[in-house]
């Protein structure tokens, strides 16, 4: 009787601990992956990367002689059903750590087993799980700094190469990729995505080869500068499991390992890709990161319902440019350089007052790395109200922030081309510029760029006050 291997956020071969144990197994396999919407909530970009992903997958596993069954709705029923038709005697798995995933997985579990299945769960996504990691005294850890050194003590286990041989299990009816309907229609907004991305595991693979080689060395200098391609962009491609952590590891590890320069480098690296770890601890201890204040203070704090300023955010019109750059950028590519993803989460937060979960929802719509641990717990650290947060009265200004990052203005000029004119003092600040310049630049503001939506000076003060509400109850 054949086993289930059932695709989730793992959609690679190489490094597969599910897909190598049910192959290893020596049964033919069921390969499946369930569009199950009630569990996963999908934004539109990452719809768009799903459809490009299982397509690569698929291809993977058809060369190995596998099709990979896709079918939609509720995944319990679905695998109770497959598993009747074909007789499977076994289902495999690799874990999720979103709290309607959990739920969902113990129910599947408990049923098969009661049918007399054996249900094997894995470790696909992460370095290390979050029960394996803990303080001295047993508790799951609150800030990242003390977490980062005891991952560090932690033996990450070396990536598994894919399987040999797999074989195909019975015949089985499933739908086209094209019937889950990922892919937008009218209007076809993906064009951006598609130049900057290359779905599956292939793509992930070269991504991290190519950063690895050009890259790596500079990572803590240029990590910070939007306009570089400094960074490895492997967020996407790790959210959907088409590379795993332990390979990155081990790939930097071996990249850095006879170079006194890249070690440093690459120990940056490593630790920004442990915040991917320490964001999933957080949400597998805290599963109501996503929708409430992880510091209850936060209850208190007044926000503010500016309709205006949210749709001139989303839109990339606030008049400040490196914010409206980076909005810009997500929206075109489905991607937000870092930095930028703070100082315009920042400024929407605490210069427009407007609550951190409405820029999260955004930017989970938006983004083609949208990732529950991330996102929710990205955000809450801007807010101020989340686990190890930055402080909520450290209020970036846009202006010096665009000054440090970008001081010549090429990443603005790239994604706000019409201030592409202005000299590199006023780009970051158009609305000070003197009549000449603008007119050189042959900017008009109001007309061919907004004014600022509020004034930053004004908005902190502003931003302060309301704080006064959370120090009052905390
Ligand atoms: P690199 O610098 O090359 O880092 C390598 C990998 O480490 C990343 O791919 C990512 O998986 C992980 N990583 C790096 N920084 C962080 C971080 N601060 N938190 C968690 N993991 C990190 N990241 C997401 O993957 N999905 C999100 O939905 C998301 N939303 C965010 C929202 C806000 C407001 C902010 C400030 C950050 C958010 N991040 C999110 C974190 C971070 O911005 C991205 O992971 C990073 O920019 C991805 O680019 P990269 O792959 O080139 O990163």
């Given at each position: 009787s054949p086993a289930i291997m059932w695709f989730r956020q793992?959609?690679?071969?190489?490094?597969n601990p599910a897909l190598r144990a049910a192959a290893h197994s020596g049964t033919p396999l069921l390969c499946i992956f369930i569009l199950d919407e009630e569990v996963m909530r999908l934004g539109g970009a990452s719809r768009w990367w799903l459809h490009h992903s299982l397509a690569a997958l698929g291809a993977a596993l058809e060369k190995h002689g596998v099709p990979l069954l896709l079918k939609r709705g509720a995944a319990g029923p679905i695998l109770e059903e497959l598993a009747a038709e074909t007789g499977a005697r076994a289902l495999y798995w690799n874990r999720c750590y979103e709290p309607a995933a959990i739920a969902r997985d113990k129910k599947i579990k408990d049923a098969m087993k009661e049918k007399g299945l054996e249900v094997k769960s894995f470790n696909a996504a992460l370095l290390c799980e979050p029960w394996e990691i803990a303080t001295k005294t047993g508790e799951p850890f609150k800030v990242f700094t003390p977490f980062w050194k005891a991952l560090q003590q932690k033996t990450i286990p070396a990536p598994l190469p894919a399987p040999e041989e797999l074989v195909a299990g019975p015949k089985v009816e499933d739908e086209a990729l094209e019937t889950f309907a990922l892919l937008p229609s009218k209007p076809d907004w993906a064009g951006g995505l598609k130049e900057a991305w290359q779905p599956g595991e292939e793509g992930a693979r070269a991504r991290l080869a190519a950063f690895l080689d050009e890259h790596l060395r500079e990572y803590p200098a240029k990590r910070d500068l939007p306009a570089q391609p400094a960074t490895s962009r492997l967020s996407p491609h790790l959210h959907w499991g088409e590379i795993g952590p332990r390979q990155v590891w081990s790939a930097t590890e071996a990249a850095f390992a006879s170079d006194a320069m890249q070690t440093k480098s690459g120990t940056a690296f490593l630790r920004e890709l442990a915040w991917r770890d320490f964001s999933h601890n957080l949400l597998y201890h805290w599963p109501s990161l996503e929708s409430e204040n992880w510091k209850s203070a936060f209850d208190a704090f007044p926000w503010a319902k500016d309709e205006k300023g949210f749709k001139a955010w989303c839109a990339g019109k606030t008049g400040y440019p490196i914010v409206d750059a980076g909005m810009r950028e997500l929206w075109h590519t489905g991607w937000m350089h870092n930095r930028v993803r703070m100082i315009a989460a920042s400024f929407l937060i605490k210069d427009l007052l407007v609550h951190w979960k409405e820029g999260a929802d955004w930017f989970w719509d938006t983004l083609a790395d949208a990732d529950l641990a991330n996102n929710y717990a990205s955000w809450q650290w801007v807010a101020g109200?989340?686990?190890?947060?930055?402080?909520?009265?450290?209020?970036?200004?846009p202006v010096l922030q665009s000054e440090k990052f970008d001081p010549k203005g090429a990443y603005i000029r790239k994604w706000v081309p019409e201030l592409a004119g202005l000299d590199d003092k006023h780009i970051?600040?158009?609305?000070?510029?003197p009549e000449a310049a603008l007119e050189k630049a042959g900017i008009k503001i109001g007309r061919d760029y907004p004014a600022p939506v509020v004034d930053h000076f004004e908005a902190r003060d502003r931003a302060l006050e309301a704080y006064q509400a959370v120090k009052r109850v905390s």
């Amino acid at each position: 009787s054949p086993a289930i291997m059932w695709f989730r956020q793992d959609l690679r071969l190489k490094d597969n601990p599910a897909l190598r144990a049910a192959a290893h197994s020596g049964t033919p396999l069921l390969c499946i992956f369930i569009l199950d919407e009630e569990v996963m909530r999908l934004g539109g970009a990452s719809r768009w990367w799903l459809h490009h992903s299982l397509a690569a997958l698929g291809a993977a596993l058809e060369k190995h002689g596998v099709p990979l069954l896709l079918k939609r709705g509720a995944a319990g029923p679905i695998l109770e059903e497959l598993a009747a038709e074909t007789g499977a005697r076994a289902l495999y798995w690799n874990r999720c750590y979103e709290p309607a995933a959990i739920a969902r997985d113990k129910k599947i579990k408990d049923a098969m087993k009661e049918k007399g299945l054996e249900v094997k769960s894995f470790n696909a996504a992460l370095l290390c799980e979050p029960w394996e990691i803990a303080t001295k005294t047993g508790e799951p850890f609150k800030v990242f700094t003390p977490f980062w050194k005891a991952l560090q003590q932690k033996t990450i286990p070396a990536p598994l190469p894919a399987p040999e041989e797999l074989v195909a299990g019975p015949k089985v009816e499933d739908e086209a990729l094209e019937t889950f309907a990922l892919l937008p229609s009218k209007p076809d907004w993906a064009g951006g995505l598609k130049e900057a991305w290359q779905p599956g595991e292939e793509g992930a693979r070269a991504r991290l080869a190519a950063f690895l080689d050009e890259h790596l060395r500079e990572y803590p200098a240029k990590r910070d500068l939007p306009a570089q391609p400094a960074t490895s962009r492997l967020s996407p491609h790790l959210h959907w499991g088409e590379i795993g952590p332990r390979q990155v590891w081990s790939a930097t590890e071996a990249a850095f390992a006879s170079d006194a320069m890249q070690t440093k480098s690459g120990t940056a690296f490593l630790r920004e890709l442990a915040w991917r770890d320490f964001s999933h601890n957080l949400l597998y201890h805290w599963p109501s990161l996503e929708s409430e204040n992880w510091k209850s203070a936060f209850d208190a704090f007044p926000w503010a319902k500016d309709e205006k300023g949210f749709k001139a955010w989303c839109a990339g019109k606030t008049g400040y440019p490196i914010v409206d750059a980076g909005m810009r950028e997500l929206w075109h590519t489905g991607w937000m350089h870092n930095r930028v993803r703070m100082i315009a989460a920042s400024f929407l937060i605490k210069d427009l007052l407007v609550h951190w979960k409405e820029g999260a929802d955004w930017f989970w719509d938006t983004l083609a790395d949208a990732d529950l641990a991330n996102n929710y717990a990205s955000w809450q650290w801007v807010a101020g109200s989340g686990a190890d947060a930055s402080p909520y009265f450290r209020i970036f200004n846009p202006v010096l922030q665009s000054e440090k990052f970008d001081p010549k203005g090429a990443y603005i000029r790239k994604w706000v081309p019409e201030l592409a004119g202005l000299d590199d003092k006023h780009i970051h600040r158009p609305w000070e510029a003197p009549e000449a310049a603008l007119e050189k630049a042959g900017i008009k503001i109001g007309r061919d760029y907004p004014a600022p939506v509020v004034d930053h000076f004004e908005a902190r003060d502003r931003a302060l006050e309301a704080y006064q509400a959370v120090k009052r109850v905390s």
